[in-house]
Every structure is written in C-alpha cells, then in structure tokens.
C-alpha cells in the first residue's frame, strides 16, 4: 500500500555536518540551493554534536555520556537512524549529508512513494546501498530502527544498521539514482536532481574552508588527502551557488555555533574516495582485497 499520504506540509530536512564550524561552506551551499529550487516550506535541522546535555546530539566523550562517535567516519555518520524517533515517529523526514548541492525541486522527493515494507526511500542497486540522502517513513521505521539510547551508547550501531539495511533491502523504496548522484556519475548536470560531492578528499568547499579553518586555528575533521575533483563543471558549478548565496544574502557567520571541540573518530587517512572521482584507487584496492 502506497503511505505518501503521511507526508508534512513542511518539508522536514535534517543534516549531518561538523561541529566544529568546518562545514560552514557547506551548510549556507545546502541550504541556498534548497530554497532556490524548493517550491514547499522548508524546516532545516543541523544535526551536530553538542555539548548541552538536553540536546538530541548531546556527546561528551571525556565522561562517556551520549553519542559514542569512536567507529565513525564524520562527526555525523550515526545520526540519521535517530531521526523517526526524533520526529516522534510521525511523518516524513529527508536525511542528507552536508555536502550536497540541491538542483531540483525537493518536494518531488518529498512525495517519492514508500510502499510495502519499505521505511525508506534511498538510492539501491545491486551493488550500492546509499542512505546518504534519504526519506524516512518515520512511523514504519519504529519497529524496524534501534532506539535511541541504543544508538547512543554502541559506536558499532552505525554499522550495524547499514548491514541491516544492506541485507534487508525490501526495507528500501529504491528512488532515481539522480537524487543521490555521487560526484557526477556519468551524467550531465542537466540530468542532476541531487549532487552530492560525496568523495572527502575531493569536495569543492575544500578551497574555501581550509584555508579559512587554518586561520581560524582549527583543524578540519577530515585529515586524509586532499585532491582536485575531476570534473571542473561541478568544480564551477558550487562556485556559482556559493557566490550566489553570498549576493542573496546568506552568510558564513549564520551557521557558526560555539565549537564543540575534540572528539573521537575514524582516521581517513588512506581513505581512497570513490570509483567515480578515483578508479584507479578503487580498482587498486579491490585487487589487494580479492590477493588477500
């Protein structure tokens, strides 16, 4: 049975980004390109650690209290399997990470159908499984998603849960790959609805946000290599959002918070991107994993 009926009149949007004010590029990016294409209200809620012990993403690593960030990739990985039961196990929520840019209106994903036993709708195929970007059927998602103080208190719970999803894909309303286009893929950018620049090494607000962090005295949470995107007209096209933003009106300093400071996490150096922005890299790994 088709549930799109349960969707908001308010499109829910909840983002994994730094606590540490790195994404700030990112951040006003992402939300310029949401009301810039968006034709539906828009509630934005940045999901960031917090060391306020009444917020939702409350973590205090020296203490051992809230979010266990130690088998993470980013400040945020485990966030999005929080977010039914932060909506209270009502309505939709889209969950996507920072680093996207928007080229389409959001409200068509919004209404994506979520039939049968799927809770999500997410980008699934033979051989990925992404929920990077995603749309939660929040109440279909109370029996099927770990509570949250179990998502607290285990840091392998993230992974857990992607193997979950990964085995039981009949939990996935499988959506145009478009709305989760992983660094370009093979399209034009007529052809995106949803760009996300997802290799780490090689995002486009690198440029503009290391530099500015090291001035700052911070260090970016991201410490493996960093290295030029290979397609220049997504390269272009963040400039052109990013410097739109700033001529509408948006402001770096609007998503500053008071910084978190140092937290446990998975190193990425090493880390080797995608096959889309390296296959080299992936092809060279894959070959050391199957001699092994």
């Not at 486009?204 to 991201?222: A, D, T």
């Not at 960093?226 to 390269?235: A, C, K, T, Y």
């Not at 996490?265 to 001699?291: C, D, E, H, M």
Request: proline fraction near 5%; charged fraction near 25%.
């Amino acid at each position: 049975m088709d549930r799109i009926m349960k969707t908001n009149d308010t499109i829910r949007v909840f983002v994994g980004c730094d606590p540490n004010n790195c994404d700030l590029e990112q951040m006003m990016v992402l939300d310029y390109s949401i009301h810039k294409h968006t034709s539906m209200p828009v509630e934005i809620v940045w999901m960031q650690l917090s060391r306020d012990p009444d917020s939702y993403w409350y973590s205090n690593p020296e203490t051992g209290k809230g979010w266990d960030t130690t088998k993470w990739s980013t400040p945020f990985s485990g966030f999005r399997w929080a977010i039914p039961e932060y909506c209270n196990y009502s309505g939709r929520a889209i969950y996507m990470d920072a680093d996207v840019v928007i080229l389409d209106d959001l409200a068509k994903l919004w209404q994506h159908p979520i039939k049968g036993q799927s809770i999500v709708a997410a980008k699934a195929n033979a051989d990925m499984t992404r929920l990077c970007t995603c749309v939660w059927d929040c109440d279909a998602a109370k029996n099927v998603v770990l509570p949250i103080e179990k998502l607290k208190k285990d840091p392998k719970s993230h992974k857990e849960m992607m193997a979950l999803f990964k085995k039981n894909t009949q939990l996935i309303e499988p959506y145009q790959n478009s709305y989760n286009c992983i660094d370009g893929e093979d399209l034009a950018i007529e052809q995106i609805k949803i760009l996300h620049y997802s290799d780490m090494g090689t995002q486009f607000s690198h440029k503009y946000s290391l530099p500015r962090v090291s001035e700052e005295g911070i260090e970016h949470w991201f410490d493996g290599e960093v290295l030029p995107h290979p397609r220049q007209d997504l390269v272009d096209l963040f400039d052109t959002y990013y410097n739109e933003a700033l001529t509408a009106g948006y402001d770096l300093e609007s998503y500053r918070i008071e910084p978190f400071g140092s937290f446990p996490k998975k190193s990425q150096q090493g880390y080797i991107g995608n096959k889309v922005t390296r296959p080299k890299a992936s092809k060279s790994l894959f070959a050391k994993l199957f001699k092994r």
